[in-house]
């Protein structure tokens, strides 16, 4: 049974940073595409970056330049930087993880951004 355990949101001020954090268990994780995703109150879930199994990455235009996706394989972990932080990235963010045996989600973390 494949599970994705986030970590690392909370409570920050504008301008701050978080690194979220998506462990994943099971097999194929090197070959997956993995992805974070958001959804704020009253919004579709949409997403905010994704990297390939060969590390190609794609952004959110609403991100670009300020959130960075990485992996680690041999980890089974997807992080998340986040910097510069505005009040519109609050939301709870989800990791994905899909391939061709199966495509699943975390339970998702939240991200105040407040002063």
């Known amino acids: 049974q494949v599970q994705l355990v986030e970590s690392g949101g909370g409570l920050v001020q504008p301008g701050g940073s978080l690194r979220l954090s998506c462990v994943a268990s099971g097999n194929f994780f090197s070959i997956s595409e993995v992805g974070w995703y958001r959804q704020a109150p009253g919004k579709q879930r949409e997403l905010v970056a994704r990297i390939t199994s060969i590390g190609n990455t794609n952004y959110a235009d609403e991100v670009k330049g300020r959130f960075t996706i990485s992996r680690d394989n041999p980890k089974k972990t997807v992080y998340l930087q986040m910097n510069s932080l505005k009040p519109e990235d609050t939301a709870v963010y989800y990791c994905?993880?899909?391939?061709?045996?199966?495509?699943?989600w975390g339970q998702g973390t939240q991200v105040t951004v407040s002063s």
């Open positions: 994905n993880v899909k391939n061709r045996s199966y495509n699943r």
